[in-house]
């Protein structure tokens, strides 16, 4: 005989009550919704592209494409880290663009050349003990001997061979020359031929005002085409007295086959926009038969190389 659980309850069926499935609970019940606004969907911004960072010095900052600094283009044409480059810096300064350059070509020569004596104080602080780059105090310039060196006080990088001019207007902001003194002047052909350099990879200009006469004491190197690439600071309007201008390099270049590549960091005054100075770069005939051999994807595939090195 089986016995019963204590309180059990016979329903219908002869079932036990308590043996019986329990009921499916009901769902609580939900409060009516309010008209609650719906928060307004964020709009998805696009991931932000990330161009080749430019070096300090070059004052460039890619935003397309096919916008790229002198110091992205120039090792497309002369190498990149592993070449060996001789490299002339006139008016080095403080050595800032030379820092560069072996950034760029660490196996590179440099050769420093500025007269003033608190430059050439600060490139010896710099590079003293460094094999690769020689410190020249001398101006580079037309004719070997000794000139006038006019040292200005607010910015002693505006200081030049050649005098500021008396111009009336506000097309150039205007430094007071502190003092004039008597500096060592060399030749590129002279200092080339005493130093048995056969080839020059970048010459760098930034003296001034003295492009033109640079130039006419490189005439030798220019005419044999053995300066492959020009890179300097050109004023578009006049600032010093005899200084030529960018487009008057541009025909004097001309003349030895030397062609304009690009123009960067164009400055205009903040008081009129008067157009003042700018950076140039010029190849010669060796560099463009290159640039005009490269297909015509190689700018988009040097950028995706330095976006992507795995690629």
């Known amino acids: 005989m089986k016995h019963r659980r204590s309180g059990a309850v016979k329903g219908k069926g002869g079932r036990n009550v308590s043996d019986a499935p329990p009921k499916p609970r009901s769902k609580p019940k939900t409060p009516p919704?309010?008209?609650?606004?719906?928060?307004?969907?964020?709009?998805?911004?696009?991931?932000?592209?990330?161009?080749?960072?430019?070096?300090?010095?070059?004052?460039?900052?890619?935003?397309a494409p096919n916008d790229i600094g002198p110091f992205q283009a120039l090792p497309e044409?002369?190498?990149?880290?592993?070449?060996?480059?001789?490299?002339?810096d006139a008016g080095a300064h403080d050595g800032n663009l030379t820092d560069v350059f072996l950034e760029l070509w660490p196996l590179a020569r440099v050769y420093c050349f500025d007269p003033d004596p608190q430059s050439i104080e600060r490139l010896h602080a710099k590079f003293d003990g460094d094999d690769r780059v020689t410190v020249i105090p001398a101006a580079l310039g037309s004719r070997n001997g000794k000139a006038d060196f006019h040292i200005c006080g607010a910015n002693t990088e505006m200081s030049s061979l050649l005098p500021r001019g008396d111009w009336e207007g506000r097309r150039y902001y205007r430094h007071t020359v502190r003092e004039v003194i008597k500096v060592d002047v060399v030749t590129l052909?002279?200092?080339?031929?005493?130093?048995?350099?056969?080839?020059?990879?970048?010459?760098?200009?930034?003296?001034?005002?003295?492009?033109?006469?640079?130039?006419?004491?490189?005439?030798?190197?220019?005419?044999?085409?053995?300066?492959?690439?020009?890179?300097?600071?050109?004023?578009?309007?006049?600032?010093y007295e005899g200084a030529a201008v960018f487009w008057e390099l541009c025909r004097q270049l001309d003349r030895d086959g030397y062609t304009l590549f690009d123009i960067y960091n164009?400055?205009?005054?903040?008081i009129n926009r008067q157009l003042k100075y700018g950076d140039a770069l010029w190849v010669?005939?060796?560099?463009?038969?290159?640039?005009?051999?490269?297909?015509?994807?190689?700018?988009?595939?040097?950028?995706?190389?330095?976006?992507?090195?795995?690629?």
């Open 33 to 63: 919704k309010r008209n609650v606004p719906r928060p307004e969907a964020k709009a998805k911004t696009p991931p932000k592209r990330t161009w080749p960072k430019p070096f300090p010095s070059s004052r460039v900052k890619p935003g």
């Open 77 to 88: 044409m002369l190498g990149h880290s592993e070449s060996f480059l001789t490299i002339i």
């Open 189 to 239: 052909d002279r200092f080339a031929s005493e130093n048995s350099i056969a080839n020059i990879d970048l010459l760098k200009m930034d003296v001034q005002g003295g492009e033109a006469a640079l130039l006419r004491g490189a005439k030798g190197l220019l005419s044999e085409h053995r300066i492959q690439t020009i890179y300097g600071e050109v004023m578009f309007t006049t600032v």
């Open 266 to 270: 164009m400055l205009r005054s903040w």
């Open 284 to 311: 010669g005939p060796r560099v463009r038969q290159i640039l005009n051999e490269y297909p015509e994807d190689w700018l988009k595939k040097s950028l995706e190389h330095r976006m992507r090195p795995d690629l």
